[in-house]
């Protein structure tokens, strides 16, 4: 079946740290994968996103590479805020199935 | 301002009733989604309408019951609430069912339902 692992939360950094948030997934076929936002509140915000193997993802000082041998897409950022604090999740849609599968959300802490 | 929104953000009721949420989006797209985040933040999709046709249908209990008038409108009504429907429910929408696989979905904010 198709699933996403993301490592557990939550995680806590001083600002000006490096982020890595993993995520691995199962799929059949092709899938697009993805990194959401949600910050304290609010809805889901697309954060980034690859399509095929070896594409990298950039958004806000976040990148992603899609990893075919490895089946991960792990999200880094270099240098952490506080306004970072969220929750991340990462996400995946198999080949044309319209279907948005979720990891378990990974919750970050930026101390200044 | 284009984008998903719906009604009412948040909803406290009683065992036993029966509610509707509303989503609207503005985007132009054909294919809208229910989603249910429990108390974990487990997303979990319930229900997806393409140009108002349903095409997935998790096992979602029957008290359930979508609702797409127009495919810019998902509705969601639920019968005989109990309080395990206590969540975040997020409606979202794609330009398609195959390029939400390319250019991702769109949230609303959603809304916090409380059973009691």
């Known amino acids: 079946g198709n699933s996403v692992t993301q490592m557990e939360g939550p995680v806590t950094l001083s600002e000006e740290a490096f982020l890595t948030i993993n995520c691995t997934y199962t799929?059949?076929?092709?899938?697009?994968l993805f990194w959401y936002v949600q910050y304290p509140g609010e809805g889901l915000q697309l954060l980034l996103k690859a399509t095929k193997a070896d594409d990298k993802g950039s958004n806000k000082g976040f990148e992603a590479t899609y990893r075919k041998e490895t089946t991960s897409f792990h999200l880094e950022k270099g240098s952490v805020q506080v306004s970072d604090s969220a929750v991340y999740f990462c996400?995946?849609?198999?080949?044309?199935?319209?279907?948005?599968?979720f990891g378990q959300g990974t919750t970050l802490q930026v101390k200044p | 301002d284009t984008a998903v929104s719906q009604t009412p953000k948040y909803l406290v009721t009683q065992m036993g009733n029966d509610k509707s949420i509303k989503c609207e989006q503005n985007?132009?797209?054909?294919?809208m989604y229910w989603y249910k985040q429990d108390s974990k933040k487990f997303l979990k999709i319930m229900f997806s309408?393409?140009?108002?046709?349903?095409?997935i249908n998790e096992t979602v209990p029957n008290r359930f019951s979508p609702k797409s008038p127009d495919k810019a409108h998902l509705n969601l009504h639920i019968n005989s609430l109990e309080l395990g429907d206590s969540a975040v429910y997020f409606c979202?929408?794609?330009?398609?069912?195959?390029?939400?696989?390319?250019?991702?979905?769109?949230f609303g904010s959603g809304t916090r339902l409380t059973v009691v």
């Open positions: 996400a995946l849609t198999p080949s044309n199935t319209g279907k948005l599968i």
């Open positions: 799929a059949t076929g092709y899938p697009s």
């Open positions: 309408y393409n140009n108002k046709e349903l095409i």
């Open positions: 979202a929408s794609s330009q398609d069912v195959a390029l939400g696989g390319v250019y991702g979905y769109t």
């Open positions: 985007l132009g797209h054909d294919t």
